[in-house]
């Protein structure tokens, strides 16, 4: 109950020219906390109103519980949607909100009091039902439409953004009872945000799109570890992963990463994937993430570490963690430092990079090299 | 705590009361004038208010209508029934043509439109031929269709809809799409609640209309029995316009015509002022 098949799914709005979602393919499994996320305008919400039954699918087949439901209006899909402005009907107060959905399908009254009681419990807001919408704060307007989606009990909950008109600080906390909700229900959602930090920590699996495109569907340590391309590496993660353009060189019987300022000796366990390239030599961009570029008054590198020297430009105190943003030539490198630790305005410091944990893209492509076809061969 | 008022605004405050005031003159007169003797009713120059009241006026308008082959009661309840009718017809099809034009996108649409705004700009007097040979080929003449048919569609009352519709957010309509609602239920639980200030707009425009309206009476109606109060009201003035007893009539019957235009105003003017502050909207 509750599994989803998208199977090569186009939307192409009136008028416009390219398809604002472009083979969309994907199985979502029961149960599963499923998250759409990217930038604007990439087709997240069109996605999830083509699976609510809102928006014509162009081209392709949609199942749910392996019923074929294009053409399924979105009353019968046994699905429940909470809106980023949530949507509450202004003239309803908050317990006929909630009980609109169960009352159009002849629920019994004395079921639909006990449904709306129990899901107010929940959700801690039995002392508002008698309010009109216009009478709650923010967060508490997002209560009743997560009540409202709760109460009908459906095999699928859809989000589109959700929390994103919340303070940051119950944005947070809605985050983690969103997540515990989702597994007490065990039922399937699927979630669009554009906020990469909602997306890593609540989805059990992320679809990363761009362009109407699907980029990248992975759990988030994967997504985080193993991105498959430059869009993706770039998108997930803060501070945003650091680039540098360069080449990969073949010399003295070993790879190297080598631009104007870095030469990189690439671990054995790399050459597998661009050793049966045809091209020995290659246009590449290493990407590393600003953990994996460590500052020489903090710790070592290890055998073979090269040290760089650079200019700090600024440093960033996030709570926790200390990014320093070092100039090394004409790029910028993001470092993680000790946040003990002072690194004024223009002092020189040593960066080295931990090379087993660099990634590289192909120039052209930005497809990773370790990718599935990534290494061009 | 007082709130201290800047010059602009009680400058402000006191020209639009005196505006105000200056407006509802009128009004004061009407009422006024129904109760003055026939002494007053004469003077000169005429005095606004009225110092010896008398219902002597009612009861001259009374005795004449009593007098009259058709009974005044008949001609009230056709103008009762009509307006009724009138306006319920009017809000009904304005919202639903509204709920369409504002929210679904379909063919002709445009067209649909700006026939619309098209017919906004036609006077009553120039489509009376038209609307005649329509009603008497329809075999409407003598019966209430003929009345409320060429009120029905009222181009201002869609166009002020349209406005409002269009403006209640689609997720509303696509959340109860969701939740199980079909169009009827989408129209009758949210666009019609949502529409309140707008629907009381229209009611009292189209009120005013029916109410006052002596054109139908007069083309479509040849049977005495099925004219409005309007009309009779109408050519009682006119045709006593020249005796004495014909002003005090004319008084009252000022009056009396006036007073339900005044009553659904207040009504609704509440209604209006109400759900702009309670509805939430946004
Ligand atoms: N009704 C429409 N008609 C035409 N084009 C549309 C329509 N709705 C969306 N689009 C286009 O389709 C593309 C995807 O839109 P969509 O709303 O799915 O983006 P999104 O990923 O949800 O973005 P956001 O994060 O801003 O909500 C955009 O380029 C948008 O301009
Ligand atoms: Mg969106």
Known sequence: ?377 | MRRRWSWFQFALVTSFTALAAFMSLPILFIVNHAFKPQNELFLFPPQFLVQNPTLRNFELLFLHASNATVPFTRYLFNSVLVAALALAGVILVSTMAAYALGKYRFHFKGFILSLITLSLMFAPETVGIPRYLIISGLGMNDTYFGHLLPLLASPVAVFLLIGFVSQIPDELLEAAKIDGASHLTIFSRIVIPLSAPAIATISILTFQTVWGDIETSTLFMQEETMRTLAFYVNSLLSGLQNSVAGQNMAAAAGLLMFLPNLIIFLIFQKRVLETMVHSGIK
């Open chain 1, 1 to 377: 109950m509750g599994s989803i098949t998208f199977h090569h799914v186009y939307k192409n709005y009136k008028g416009e020219e390219r398809p604002a979602v472009h083979d969309f393919h994907l199985q979502i499994e029961e149960g599963e906390f499923l998250v759409l996320v990217g930038p604007s305008g990439c087709g997240k919400s069109t996605t999830l109103r083509m699976l609510a039954g809102l928006e014509e699918i162009s081209r392709g087949d949609l199942y749910i519980d392996g019923k074929f439901v294009n053409y399924l209006s979105p009353k019968d899909r046994d699905i429940a949607m909470v809106f980023q402005n949530y949507a509450l009907y202004p003239n309803l107060s908050v317990y006929e909100n909630i009980a609109l959905g169960l009352k159009l399908r002849k629920t019994a009254k004395h079921d639909i009091e006990l449904r709306v009681g129990r899901v107010a419990r929940i959700l801690e807001i039995s002392h508002l039902l008698e309010r009109k919408p216009n009478q709650l704060s923010g967060g508490q307007k997002q209560r009743v439409a997560l009540g409202r989606a709760i109460a009908r009990e459906p095999q699928v909950f859809l989000m589109d953004e959700p929390l994103s008109n919340l303070d940051a600080k119950l944005r947070a906390q809605t985050r983690a009872e969103l997540i515990k909700l989702q597994a007490d229900l065990g039922r399937t959602m699927v979630y669009v945000t554009h906020d990469q930090v909602e997306a890593m920590t609540m989805g059990s699996r992320i679809v990363v799109m761009k362009d109407g495109v699907i980029q990248q569907v992975a759990p988030p340590r994967e997504l985080y570890d193993r991105p498959v391309n430059m869009f993706v590496a770039g998108f997930i993660g803060s501070p945003q992963m650091n680039f540098l353009d360069g080449a990969i060189i073949r010399e003295d019987g070993r790879y190297w990463f080598s631009s104007r300022r870095l030469k990189l000796p690439l671990p054995e366990t790399f050459g597998a994937r661009f050793n049966h390239s045809s091209r020995t030599l290659r246009q590449v961009v290493m990407g590393v993430r600003a953990e994996h570029v460590k500052l020489k008054a903090d710790s070592s590198l290890g055998d073979g570490g090269v040290w760089y020297r650079g200019q700090v430009q600024m440093s960033e105190v996030t709570g926790a963690d200390l990014y320093v943003y070092v100039e090394l030539g004409e790029d910028t490198v993001i470092a993680r430092a000790q946040p003990e630790r002072d690194y004024p305005r223009h002092a020189s410091v040593e960066i080295g990079f931990q090379i087993e944990k660099v990634h590289l893209f192909d120039k052209e492509t930005g497809i990773s090299l370790a990718a599935p076809g990534g290494d061009g061969g």
